[in-house]
């Protein structure tokens, strides 16, 4: 009986092997049959397709290292983000694009929406925020913070662009307050006009 089960066991790992040999050539043969495409963001950082994602991801080309920062994206029905991260130099920074597809007042958009509600939001995950100064040059508005979490402070730019008459872009950049030089330098190469405020 054991001698059974054992030609039995035997036969089913043999049949196993060959269906698995078998669907592995298959799948070979279909992917060689099947034509690669290839996702790639538009020539020049500009939005020519209707994926408002390579525009987000588009903000920190000039910004951010690639060897030094992983960046990601995500589409939401109300706004478009990019988010870009560095461990070795301790940043985070993220672009949203604000949809408002009805538009928007364009001369109240600013005091209306980017309040003390919306930050104490958008920073619900510190211990505390403390607003540090806030200026504009035209269509942006430049907003800098402290901010602490787990008894560690960290220096935030937060800079808001009428970029279109439905489209805004919020975008920050969070170093530790150890770190702010680096803030310093990365606001500069985002803004070179509006980097910090007087």
């Known amino acids: 009986m054991q001698k059974k089960w054992m030609i039995l066991t035997l036969i089913i790992i043999i049949a196993v092997v060959i269906i698995g040999v078998a669907l592995s050539a298959l799948a070979q043969d279909n992917q060689a049959t099947q034509p690669v495409v290839a996702i790639e963001p538009p020539a020049g950082g500009t939005n020519t397709s209707s994926r408002e994602i ?3 991801l588009a903000v920190g080309d000039s910004i951010f290292e ?8 995500q589409e939401l029905a109300d706004r478009t983000i990019a988010t870009w991260a560095s461990e070795s ?7 949203e694009y604000l949809h408002f597809d009805g538009g928007y007042d364009q001369a109240a958009i600013v005091a ?7 930050f104490t939001s958008a920073f619900s995950d510190f211990s505390s925020w ?5 200026c504009a040059t035209g269509s942006t508005t430049l907003y800098e913070f402290t901010l602490v979490q787990n008894n560690a402070n960290y ?3 937060y800079w808001v662009k009428l970029v279109s008459p439905n489209r805004i872009l919020a975008f920050q950049m969070l170093f530790p307050e150890e770190q ?3 803030l310093e330098q990365y606001a500069q190469r985002y803004d070179p006009a509006l980097y910090n405020c007087p």
Request: charged fraction near 10%; aromatic fraction near 14%.
């Open 130 to 134: 403390t607003p540090q100064g806030a």
């Open 112 to 118: 209306e929406w980017f309040n003390n509600d919306w």
């Open 155 to 157: 220096v935030l730019r």
């Open 66 to 73: 690639p060897e030094s920062w992983l960046a990601g994206a």
């Open 180 to 182: 702010a030089a680096l």
């Open 54 to 56: 390579f525009t987000a």
């Open 89 to 95: 130099l301790g940043g985070t920074s993220l672009a």
